[in-house]
């Protein structure tokens, strides 16, 4: 027969089998459906943050390009240039402290100074809305500002309050509703404080090497494509080549938001996938289990003179039509979240997800389930096909150990290669795709090995008198157990658990315990010159007891590493971030006290000669530098290339005062610049500190004071939102295991249907029956919890010890709940599939016999 028409009457035959239902395939459905829905719909809802950035990079921008300066203005030069291009809006934004008027509190802000022109784009949001003159003009010498709900619930406000912003009175007469261009500024630790850039000048901050961050924002000409934006790039490099502006344009408004929103979506869809895997695992079960139930219609159609080619076929469509539901639902679920996470996180992102329908997202979706499909279900399949008539009417075959015909083993192993190879391939890290992919085989493997061991272990274990647990034993290792499928399914969705729990609680012990423990009270920043001594002072009788530890520090930009553009050179994502933005920097003529070198030497006190660096030596290494290269950083508009004379250890984690850079006093010579201080005092009460920053802030107002305890409260909650998303990733994978823990125990219902009617008529209880499957059950999900409590370990140690470069902890109440997760799992949805099975009729089993 032509294998057109092998193929049509395959499909025929298929479609007739289906008409009874899809009994048995609920659980296959789930799977994919679940995989399916997970990868389809975190791609969709990344795509449509994207599409939300880039359909309002105008707005996000605040212009269609913005020029960035860091601690100096333009030069009538660079703003002639700025000015010629388009309305130009100029706004500054530095780190201060705000205080009531009788200096009774004060509190850390984010101010910004905007111009008359501000905003380009977009709209400044207010309650009350009012006009720029009523917002921030000056009324008998108290000029106007603008703050979230955060600063007036912080000191205790209402509209019409006034609070001190340096040597300057503002009065809040709004509260700040939305501000257009808020998300291209970055992360702040701070609320928001919005003055003019007139009521910023009298406040007296600005002073020479003041951390001021200084943004021109141009509205081009209308119809100004991306080549003419690329053109004006162009000549501002050719015509300032020292001007050391950070340039950015409305394609790339939220580069930090945009790289932040890539890599959570990367790392959900290996989640998602993993899932997928699992629910491979449930399809594979599925299909041995329908397969198991057509032992008879198999022997028919052979009997008949089917080839086994055409029994192949048969169920292949069957398994793909399938297969093809579970998808659709998924993409279904899948297209659906854009919509649905539109308005879930308008409140944690602030860039509207643009709700619609992402077709590239959900074909990689569809094309995952339908491999993992092909993978899972070739090979039971294969067996099907090569299991003789007699064998299946003697009620035997499926439960057959060995595989199938080559053909089919090349076949499966073939397509999960192809699913390693797209997952590599799809995600925007290479390397830590090919990591999940070598791990995901690493932990079938082993826990097939895991399965094998537990059987073995049974088998030969000493003989017991209780007859419960020796029946519980001999179903372990029995053929046909379930100990491998249960170990396999619910063994990964355990382990991703454990390690995100165990990383989720090292980051918070180490932010919540030791982190404060080694951590300063206070960073203070924005020191003059002209103030250290009166400054020290201050501190020091205030907090006797304490550690002043001062630095001189500026804010410069690297831009070449060897005389090579750094935009040209290629960095592996661990060190780009020393080279993306501003870097803090300092000198020091003695090695600092914190600092331990690994190759090089120290230059000698009162060095006069070229230029030396001292670089930290894991991100040198990272960046790929060695002793002898050349690193060149533009500071006040100035490139100053300087030698890398050493290499030191940093240990950034004390929070102590730590720079990338350290370079010989002579390499900044004259420039301007403030300090850097850090406070310790471990005996300092809450209301010492509050005394102490009190004290800080009426002396001095110009110098802004960060609170450590208040920084790490805010990353402590950034890191439970983050550990919260996590966990509901973690979830899909768990759910996932459950479901294929729930097949592959129906799958096994035959099986405990033919034992258990043997063992009523031989006179066992069922009480008997419930003992020996609740000990069966229990023994297996102690032995899965084992596994993957030392898996999950040891995968967080590596993150958290090798990665992150924290200590790592394991932590026992993990331990504890995991183990009663397993517990509970596996011996509750085993009986509750066994409960049907004890009440079965011996009769019908009996004549089968």
């Not at 959900?268 to 449930?282: I, P, Q, R």
Request: include cysteine; hydrophobic fraction near 50%.
């Amino acid at each position: 027969m032509p294998l057109s028409q092998t193929l049509k009457l395959a499909v025929r035959f298929s479609l007739r089998e289906m008409r009874g239902g899809l009994s048995g395939f609920l659980i296959f459905l789930a799977c994919i459906a679940l995989g399916v829905a997970a990868i389809g719909g975190v791609n969709s809802v990344a795509q449509a943050i994207t599409a939300g950035v880039a359909n309002q990079g105008q707005t996000l921008l605040g212009g269609d390009l913005r020029f960035q300066l860091n601690q100096r203005d333009a030069t009538p030069d660079e703003r002639g240039f700025v000015d010629r291009l388009g309305a130009v809006s100029h706004s500054a934004s530095m780190r201060s402290m705000a205080r009531l008027e009788d200096g009774s509190d004060q509190s850390l802000v984010e101010a910004k100074a905007v111009d008359d022109a501000y905003p380009l784009y977009g709209a400044l949001e207010t309650e009350p809305q009012l006009s720029r003159q009523d917002l921030f003009g000056e009324k008998s010498g108290v000029f106007g500002a603008v703050a979230p709900d955060l600063l007036f619930d912080r000191l205790n406000l209402k509209i019409g309050d006034r609070l001190k912003l340096g040597s300057a009175t503002f009065e809040l007469r709004a509260r700040l509703t939305s501000e257009p261009d808020a998300v291209s500024d970055g992360f702040g630790f701070a609320p928001r404080l919005l003055v003019s850039t007139e009521g910023l000048a009298a406040s007296g901050l600005i002073q020479p090497g003041s951390l001021v961050e200084h943004a021109y924002k141009i509205r081009l000409p209308a119809g100004a494509s991306e080549a003419d934006i690329k053109a004006i790039q162009d000549q501002a490099a050719a015509d300032f080549p020292q001007a050391g502006w950070s340039i950015r344009t409305r394609s790339n408004a939220a580069p930090a938001l945009s790289s932040n929103i890539e890599r959570f979506s990367q790392f959900l869809t290996l989640v998602g996938l993993t899932a997928l895997v699992v629910g491979g695992v449930g399809v594979a079960n599925a299909v041995r289990a329908y397969l198991d139930g057509k032992r008879g219609v198999i022997a028919t159609f052979k009997s008949l003179g089917a080839s086994g080619g055409f029994v192949f076929a048969v169920y292949l469509v069957q398994i793909l039509l399938i297969a093809g539901l579970g998808i659709v639902l998924g993409l279904i679920l899948g297209a659906l979240m854009p919509f649905a996470a539109s308005a879930a996180l308008q409140s944690v992102i602030p860039v509207p997800a643009e709700g619609g329908f992402y077709p590239g997202a959900l074909a990689m979706a569809a094309l995952f389930g339908l491999l993992v499909t092909l993978a899972f279900a070739l090979l039971p399949l294969g067996r099907a096909r090569d299991v003789p008539a007699t064998a299946l009417f003697r009620e035997m075959g499926f439960e057959s150990r060995g595989f199938p015909r080559l053909p089919y083993v090349a076949a499966a192993v073939s397509i999960a290669l192809a699913l390693a190879a797209l997952a590599i391939l799809f995600s925007g890290d290479p390397r830590i795709a090919s990591i999940f992919v070598g791990a995901t085989v690493v932990s079938f493997l082993v826990l097939r090995l895991v399965g094998a061991l537990v059987q073995w272990i049974a088998k030969r274990s000493p003989r017991v008198r209780s007859v419960a647990l020796r029946l519980a034993i001999g179903n372990i290792h029995r053929p046909g157990a379930l100990t491998p499928s249960v170990v396999l399914s619910l063994g990964l969705g355990l382990t991703l658990l454990v390690t995100l729990a165990l990383i989720d609680g090292n980051l918070r012990r180490q932010i919540s315990g030791s982190l404060p423990e080694r951590a300063p009270n206070f960073f203070f920043v924005d020191i003059q010159n002209s103030d250290v001594d009166a400054f020290s002072a201050l501190v020091g009788g205030q907090t006797p007891q304490g550690t002043l530890v001062k630095v001189p520090m500026l804010r410069g930009r690297v831009m070449a590493l060897n005389g090579v553009d750094v935009e040209k050179v290629k960095v592996p994502a661990e060190g780009a971030w020393v080279l993306r933005g501003d870097r803090g920097l300092t000198y020091d003529d003695r090695q600092p006290s914190n600092a331990t070198l690994t190759e090089g030497s120290w230059w000698p006190q009162n060095y006069a000669g070229e230029p030396l660096v001292s670089f930290s030596a894991e991100e040198g290494k990272e960046i790929g530098l060695k002793l002898g290269d050349t690193v060149t950083v533009n500071v006040l508009g100035r490139n100053v290339t300087a030698r890398i004379a050493n290499f030191r250890q940093v240990e950034w984690e004390t929070m102590g005062i730590n720079f990338v850079m350290v370079f010989s006093p002579n390499t900044f010579a004259g420039a301007p610049h403030g300090w850097l201080a850090t406070l310790t005092e471990k005996n300092a009460s809450a209301a010492d500190d509050a005394r102490l920053l009190n004290a800080v802030t009426r002396a001095f107002p110009a110098v802004t004071t960060v609170r450590v305890k208040d920084a790490l409260d805010i990353v402590n909650r950034l890191v439970a939102q983050l550990g919260t998303a996590i966990r509901a990733a973690a979830g899909v994978a768990l759910i996932a295991s459950v479901l294929v823990l729930a097949g592959a125990l129906a799958a096994g219902n035959r099986a405990r249907i033919h034992d258990a009617v043997v063992l009523k008529t031989l006179g066992a209880t069922r009480r008997t029956l419930i003992a020996a499957f609740s000990l069966e059950y229990m023994l297996i999900g102690l032995a899965t919890a084992v596994f993957a409590l030392a898996a999950g370990g040891v995968a967080a140690w590596f993150v958290v010890a090798r990665i992150m470069t924290l200590p790592s902890h394991f932590m026992p109440e993990v331990a504890v709940a995991t183990i009663g997760f397993a517990l509970v799992i596996t011996v509750g949805i085993g009986l509750a599939g066994t409960w049907r099975v004890l009440g079965h009729k011996a009769a019908p089993v009996l004549r089968n016999l």
